[in-house]
T-cell receptor
Framework: DSGVTQTPKHLITATGQRVTLRCSPR?????VYWYQQSLDQGLQFLIQ???????AKGNILERFSAQQFPDLHSELNLSSLELGDSALYFC??????????????FGQGTRLTVV | GENVEQHPSTLSVQEGDSAVIKCTYS??????FPWYKQELGKRPQLIID?????GEKKDQRIAVTLNKTAKHFSLHITETQPEDSAVYFC????????????FGRGTSLIVHP
């Protein structure tokens, strides 16, 4: 168990719908990252939050948004869903280090299926 | 930004053989290089990492080497076992407050009994 909790584990929804994925980081970790992993694809970085503030953006679609709350949990919102959005979505958190965050600990992921 | 290339995409070996996975990175400032193992349907888990101030690190059957001049690093697994079968990802991290691990596309390692 990495200490990073993601809910739900599985989600099936129809095209055009909106869903929210939730992530609770490890205790004490201030950084939260979201990654998308499509079938046979690598880990695509979506967005990073650090202590409640957006720190960096990757290849995140405009239909997607995220936020990190004062208790440091994070939510990834996916709207106007398309079939191609079906993927495994991972959240990771990272502890602070002398030069910034270090190792990333991954949650179990949320498998999103858009039908 | 950082760009990480990983090869091969698939690696098939016989049990007991060695396996080597290679990665190159583009940002010469990157200073932290973790390797993750992802079993089917599970989360990526860190198996070994190396920082730019060392050239090699070993942990039992796993070793990682780093060549900063050439900007490449490699994962070496000796005496492979069927349970080593998984997808392996390399990553590189530049310094600074934002840790955005840029991952390679992954190597599917298959160890045949």
């Amino acid at each position: 168990d990495s200490g990073v909790t993601q809910t739900p584990k599985h989600l099936i929804t129809a095209t055009g719908q909106r869903v929210t994925l939730r992530c609770s980081p490890r205790s004490g970790d201030l950084s939260v990252y979201w990654y998308q992993q499509s079938l046979d694809q690598g880990l695509q970085f979506l967005i990073q939050y650090y202590n409640g503030e957006e720190r960096a953006k990757g290849n995140i679609l405009e239909r997607f948004s995220a936020q990190q709350f004062p208790d440091l949990h994070s939510e990834l919102n996916l709207s106007s869903l398309e079939l191609g959005d079906s993927a495994l979505y991972f959240c990771a958190s990272s502890p602070p280090g002398p030069e910034g965050p270090t190792e990333a600990f991954f949650g179990q992921g949320t498998r999103l299926t858009v039908v | 930004g950082e760009n990480v290339e990983q090869h091969p995409s698939t690696l098939s070996v016989q049990e007991g053989d060695s396996a080597v996975i290679k990665c190159t990175y583009s940002d010469s400032a990157s200073n932290y290089f973790p390797w993750y193992k992802q079993e089917l349907g599970k989360r990526p888990q860190l198996i070994i990492d190396i920082r730019s101030n060392v050239g090699e690190k070993k942990d039992q059957r796993i070793a990682v080497t780093l060549n900063k001049t050439a900007k490449h690093f490699s994962l070496h697994i000796t005496e492979t076992q069927p349970e080593d079968s998984a997808v392996y990802f390399c990553a590189a991290r530049p310094p600074g407050g934002s840790y955005i691990p840029t991952f390679g596309r992954g190597t599917s390692l298959i160890v045949h009994p």
